[in-house]
């Protein structure tokens, strides 16, 4: 029987799942999205139906793939694991650690997967990188360095990105990135301290901000973030030194001095910050078939659990909290 999935939102995330999809063999069946004009489109690019709700949605489907704003995902989740369907989320998986303990549970409970969306984990030199830790090629790691500064986020009406109420800020929205990446290569973290501009100022036109990991196993992981470069710049770097070795990317980088300069208030730019990889296919894509390849695949173990999705949730928060008293946060153990 063909996978039948439904698409929760159709901004730009939707957007994109809606075209990993269309590279496998499921369906996509229905999409719902408060942005009826941007639910048509996807509707009439893929052939879904557009449901009037998602109750309507979930009627339609074996697997409801949220990318809404990161305050919905919490009831959004709740709901589609009570109808028994499996579940795809977004980065982050929730707003606070609460909610996404509840959402893991729902899920857990109701025997349905919830596979999150961190698809850093997807790139090609971030996985190439983390597969040379772990066959030891750089001995014991001890330091990371992670980069990803993109432009603030600019939808042209309800932009939720810049409400911390609903999105939670860049630390949230774009760090977890690295936030999650770190844990993957250099394991469980123990303490976060965290520093970042619009703690100080709330009012900043732009935000930057740095976090100190500490793993549980001595390593240190240095964490650069920032909505802070002008449209359409994103850059991304990573540095892993071992006992043994150092990994780096970009790497050996000659260009002696980069100059980007902000254009008008009206260039046609895109609206969010989306890091694209030239060396294979897609890792947007590359997410959604493994996420496919797990939900056809009896016993298959994702690549991003759920518990992988609320422990980076728990380090951002921490760093939204040590940003904002100054202090270092010390995380509790999750389970």
């Not at 996509?28 to 941007?38: C, N």
């Not at 977890?176 to 970042?196: L, Q």
Request: net charge negative; with cysteine; glycine share 8%.
């Amino acid at each position: 029987m063909t996978l039948r999935v439904g698409l929760v939102g159709a901004g730009v995330m939707g957007q994109t799942h809606a075209a990993g999809w269309a590279r496998t063999p499921a369906r996509l069946a229905a999409v719902f999205a408060a942005d009826r004009s941007q639910a048509e489109v996807i509707s009439n690019k893929y052939g879904a139906a557009q449901a009037d709700s998602l109750e309507a949605l979930i009627d339609q489907v074996d697997v409801v793939d949220i990318c809404t704003p990161t305050h919905l995902h919490h009831a959004m989740v709740l709901q589609a694991a009570a109808a028994g369907k499996q579940v795809i989320c977004e980065k982050p998986l929730a707003r606070t650690l609460a909610q996404g303990r509840e959402m893991v549970q729902a899920c857990r409970e109701a025997g349905v997967q919830l596979l999150v969306g961190h698809v850093v984990r997807f790139f090609p030199e971030y996985a190439l990188a983390r597969q040379m830790v772990e066959r030891g090629d750089i001995g014991r790691v001890a330091v990371l360095r992670l980069t990803r500064c993109s432009f603030q986020p600019r939808l042209a009406a309800d932009n939720w990105f810049l409400d911390h109420e609903r999105s939670g800020g860049m630390m949230l929205d774009l760090m977890i990135h690295d936030f999650d990446y770190a844990r993957w290569v250099a394991g469980d973290v123990e303490s976060v301290f965290a520093r970042n501009v619009s703690s100080q100022d709330p009012n900043a036109p732009t935000d930057y901000g740095l976090a100190l990991l500490r793993h549980c196993n001595g390593a240190l992981s240095n964490i650069e973030g920032g909505w802070a470069y002008p449209p359409p710049m994103f850059r991304t770097a990573l540095e892993i030194a071992g006992d043994a070795g150092l990994i780096e990317h970009p790497a050996d980088s000659s260009v002696p001095l980069g100059v980007h300069l902000k254009k008008a208030a009206d260039d046609a730019g895109p609206d969010v910050g989306l890091p694209l990889s030239p060396l294979a296919e897609d890792p947007y894509v590359t997410e959604i078939r493994h996420f496919y390849d797990v939900l056809t695949t009896p016993g298959m173990t994702p690549r991003v659990t759920a518990e992988d999705g609320l422990a980076a949730l728990q380090i951002a928060l921490a760093a939204i909290e040590s940003a904002r008293t100054g202090r270092r946060v010390t995380l509790e153990a999750l389970s």
